[in-house]
């Protein structure tokens, strides 16, 4: 027997799950089918969604709007060609509906057709009369395209329709961070502000333009301002605290990150703050104990595991500190940072086989840094792997083709090896570009023994009288 649903005084959802559960059949009006279809989509309920659909349409055969959510779910479920062919039969019967447009702007979306995505919601926009979320896709669908200038326009308009729209606020904020123009987000949240003063995302997104800027007082100001609007905001406070480590202010800094973990639970991010805060203070204890409390929190946050390693290496405990560098390396292997650290504290312990590895390691995975191949350098020469140490200045130069240190170690290597003609070549190579021979120290400190030779006086007279 089928009930209207006027009959039952309970909301829509509830009504189609006792149906769900019983024999009985209820009669809804299709807009109650929407709302019951929107309600399952928006909590992941596909499964849900779907019955609803087909019930729906048992009960509504005809309804346009139950068949666009069908669409819907089949796009979800990248069911694309049915999609299509219920569009193209649902177009037939209503041309001016946008919402089959938008449908179809999906539908390429998912296709990675960006492009064909926006001619279809620019249609769907001369056909609504509600424009907004619209221009939400609109901008979703730039940012796709790396079109960040018309992404940040659309949703701009968006902003302008519900100054509430704080997904659309951070859309735009991000579209200016990206494009680097931090005036032009300054600019446009101080806008903001003079309508919704007391709004703390957008104190809270000032803030950290001001922090870019290195305006360091001014993003002080902000971030009071995002408290004041609402003193439980997390971000505000961890932003603030950032701040306050800028200025030298490391005890004001530890405060605003305690106020983070006394509001919620407490963070792996806001314990590794507190103990670099402690570190600069220079008490070690509490730094060691907040460093510790990191990894703690979070094991697999590798920063925590990278900072106890430097409090070892600063105090020479390199067989702790090579300990920690390993945690850090199992956790992210990939990351040139841990084994340019790894490196060093195997020079350290005069393990330079294994700083070999290391240094070979973050070169493999992109650490370029002149540093790190003169470092590299030097290890394959304490190895007595003197074309090893050549043969890494060589790559070196590919990147730094006028570094003086890499010139002037390339000769001493050459002279360690004897091979007093190339020697020649790229002593001659680096006094070109060291004209005044003002930088001829960098070698003479490393390779003493050859200061007072003929063969280096020789070719400073010969490179002067040139």
């Not at 006027?6 to 006792?18: A, G, H, L, V, Y």
């Not at 951070?170 to 003063?197: K, M, R, S």
């Not at 008490?283 to 900072?307: C, R, S």
């Not at 190579?429 to 005044?436: E, G, V």
Request: aromatic share 14%; hydrophobic share 40%; net charge negative.
């Amino acid at each position: 027997m089928a009930l209207e649903s006027s009959e039952r005084p309970d909301r829509p959802i509830t009504k189609f799950e006792s149906m769900l559960k019983t024999d009985d059949v209820y009669f809804f009006d299709s807009e109650d089918f929407e709302d019951i279809i929107h309600h399952y989509l928006n909590n992941g309920k596909i499964s849900l969604a779907k019955k609803g659909i087909k019930i729906g349409l048992q009960q509504h055969p005809d309804c346009i709007e139950l068949k666009l959510l069908q669409v819907e779910v089949m796009v979800f479920e990248n069911n694309l060609p049915a999609a299509e062919n219920l569009l193209d039969e649902l177009q037939s019967l209503d041309a001016n509906n946008e919402e089959i447009y938008i449908q179809r702007a999906n539908i390429y979306s998912k296709k990675d057709n960006h492009e064909k995505a926006v001619i279809f919601l620019q249609q769907a926009l001369e056909l609504s009369e509600d424009c907004v979320d619209i221009y939400a896709l609109l901008g979703m669908e730039y940012l796709f395209m790396d079109d960040f200038k018309l992404a940040k326009e659309n949703f701009m308009k968006c902003v302008a329709f519900d100054e509430q729209d704080y997904s659309s606020l951070y859309n735009v904020i991000y579209c200016f961070e990206y494009l680097e123009d931090y005036d032009g987000a300054i600019t446009y949240l101080n806008e903001y502000l003079e309508d919704n003063p007391y709004c703390e995302v957008a104190w809270h997104q000032l803030g950290k333009q001001y922090y870019c800027k290195r305006m360091f007082q001014e993003a002080l100001a902000a971030f009071d301002f995002a408290i004041i609007s609402d003193d439980s905001f997390l971000g505000a406070y961890f932003e603030k605290g950032k701040v306050l480590e800028k200025l030298g202010k490391y005890t004001e800094a530890i405060e605003n990150y305690e106020t983070t973990i006394s509001i919620e639970d407490p963070t792996s991010h806001a314990f590794l703050r507190i103990g670099k805060c402690y570190e600069k203070l220079k008490n070690h204890e509490m730094a060691k104990y907040y460093f510790y409390q990191t990894v703690h929190e979070d094991p697999l946050l590798d920063k925590g595991w990278l900072a106890i390693t430097n409090f070892y290496y600063s105090r020479k405990n390199y067989d702790k500190a090579l300990y920690y560098v390993n945690k850090a390396i199992n956790i992210d292997s990939e990351n040139p940072d841990y084994w340019t650290k790894c490196a060093k504290i195997y020079v350290a312990l005069k393990d330079y086989d294994q700083a070999d590895f290391a240094y070979k390691q973050a070169v493999d995975l992109g650490s370029y840094e002149l540093e790190t191949w003169l470092k590299w350098a030097e290890v394959a020469q304490n190895k007595g792997d003197i074309e090893g140490a050549l043969q890494i200045l060589k790559q070196a130069k590919e990147f730094y083709p006028n570094s003086l240190k890499i010139l002037y170690m390339s000769v001493g290597f050459l002279l360690l090896s004897n091979d007093t003609i190339n020697a020649r070549i790229a002593l001659l190579d680096a006094l070109k570009l060291d004209k005044a021979t003002k930088k001829l120290h960098l070698f003479q400190d490393q390779f003493p023994e050859f200061c007072d030779s003929e063969w280096l006086k020789g070719i400073l007279s010969d490179s002067k009288k040139a």
